[in-house]
Structures are given as C-alpha cells and as structure tokens.
Nanobody, 124 residues
Framework: QVHLVESGGGLVQAGGSLRLSCAASAGTFSSHGMGWFRQAPGKERAFVAAISRSGGRIYYADSVKGRFTISRDNAMNTVYLQMNSLKPEDTAVYYC?????????????????WGQGTQVTVSS
C-alpha cells in the first residue's frame, strides 16, 4: 500500500510557474514508477508525465513537453512536477500516482495508487 499526498497547487497567471510535490508513505517508494495526471472539468483524467523507479527514464505528454519537468527524490519519498510557461488550458486537478513496476507507463489503468489531487488554476 502506498499513500500519496500532493501539494503545491494554486492560482497563477499565464506564463507563470508552479512546483507540485507528491509525498509518498515511506518504505516502498523507490520500487514504484510514478506518474502525474490531470483532470479538467468535464474531461477525463489525462496523462501528464511519468518517471521510472530510478529516475533514469522519463516520458511526457506532448502538450507539456518542454514546459514541465518531472523528477523524484527517493531519499525523500517525493516526486515533483515543475510547471513553467503555464497556460489557461493547464487548469485542472493534478494527481500523482504510483505503479509497482520497473517500466514507466502513461496508461491510467496501470497505476494502483492515487493521491487526492491538487487544484491548479491558470488565469489569462
């Protein structure tokens, strides 16, 4: 069982930056691949970024490539999402998720553990 808690969301103007954090319960964090997803009102939850257990492999959705950076600190049991050049269309609830696997995946159904989400609102 992995318990995930996101933080760092908020209101920001277009072009601004935010850094999301996701703290995991201790013990097995380093054995899990981690992902960030987001869900805008009226839309399905969509993949944003994923990182492998060691951090050596990373994958981004095309919509955030070049603007967002995922990273992890296994000593701190935390995964981060640095979001730069934010756009109004980035407005959503952002969720982190964990998958106990050596591969990274963008498939929502692969992730067994989810946080409660943090709201990100980008004003124009």
């Amino acid at each position: 069982q992995v318990h995930l808690v996101e933080s760092g969301g908020g209101l920001v103007q277009a072009g601004g930056s935010l850094r999301l954090s996701c703290a995991a319960s201790a013990g097995t964090f380093s054995s899990h691949g981690m992902g960030w997803f987001r869900q805008a009102p009226g839309k399905e939850r969509a993949f944003v970024a994923a990182i492998s257990r060691s951090g050596g492999r990373i994958y981004y959705a095309d919509s955030v490539k070049g603007r967002f950076t995922i990273s992890r600190d296994n000593a701190m049991n935390t995964v981060y999402l640095q979001m730069n050049s934010l756009k109004p269309e980035d407005t959503a609830v952002y969720y982190c998720a964990a998958v106990q696997a050596s591969y990274i995946t963008y498939s929502r159904s692969d992730y067994a553990y989810w946080g409660q989400g943090t709201q990100v609102t980008v004003s124009s």
